[in-house]
């Protein structure tokens, strides 16, 4: 969505508490990369948002980067960033590590793992690629392609800042919670728009952060709960 509106104020219709939380036992690094292999039967449930900008198509892509815990009882979280408010598409928003894919990028796995490397200095060496969702496409005309990975936890990241104003984390377990999951409704040129949010409040110091994840970033995490909610082949086990 376009960044001349302010997201957290455009209306709420529905929060999708009729839907289950995904269950702790499928948000583990093991269970995901056996739901990836497997490939359930499913259809996501974005896959375009209504065009506001005119310009031509880019393909893109981003990483979904799920650190791994240090203990075995904490948690995946997702590594997400804070845009930087000068740059001229998306600024201030929050993101995934990811950009154009280049040329020289031999698939969008290549150009999802180079832009992470270039955006939060992140080693494509503590990086394994799972799998990937379908290609999301935004209304400034990218074609994003989300590539899922697990990430090595415990290096420290190296935000760009031509590019990233802030790293930071939050629970998988949160974002795959659709009680978290609120669809926006708007008229914005005379066409009426919907989007996700998903506002996550960080602890912090001296107070907590508002974290308010919405657009193209909420509509990709919605596709990843639909990935993981759907039934998996009887004979998968």
């Known amino acids: 969505m376009s960044t001349i509106i302010h997201p957290q104020s455009v209306p709420v219709v529905h929060v999708s508490t009729e839907l289950p939380a995904i269950d702790a036992s499928q948000l583990t690094a093991q269970a995901l990369r056996h739901r990836f292999a497997i490939q359930p039967d499913w259809e996501p449930e974005l896959r375009r948002e209504p065009s506001y900008m005119q310009r031509p198509s880019a393909q893109a892509a981003v990483l979904i980067g799920l650190t791994t815990p240090a203990h075995a009882h904490d948690e995946l979280h997702v590594l997400l960033t804070l845009r930087g408010k000068h740059l001229s598409t998306h600024s201030g ?3 995934f590590p990811g950009g154009k894919v280049d040329d020289n990028d031999a698939n969008a796995q290549a150009a999802a793992l180079r832009e992470a490397h270039e955006e939060i200095g992140l080693d494509p060496e503590r990086v ?4 990937q969702l379908p290609t999301y496409i935004t209304g400034s005309a990218f074609w994003v392609q989300p590539v899922v990975a697990l990430v ?3 290096e420290a990241l190296a935000p760009n800042p031509q590019e990233v104003d802030e790293v930071f984390e939050v629970p998988l377990s949160y974002l795959m919670n659709p009680a978290h999951h609120r669809l926006h409704q ?3 040129e005379g066409v009426i728009r919907q989007w996700y949010s998903m506002p996550y409040l960080q602890p912090a110091r001296p107070q907590a952060i508002e974290r308010f994840i919405w657009g193209a970033t909420a509509g990709m995490l919605r596709n990843l709960y639909r990935f993981l909610q759907a039934r998996l082949p009887s004979n998968s086990a």
């Not at 394994?128 to 799998?131: F, K, L």
């Open 93 to 95: 928003q929050i993101a």
């Open 128 to 131: 394994q690629v799972i799998g």
């Open 152 to 154: 090595q936890s415990g």
């Open 186 to 188: 708007m008229e914005f």
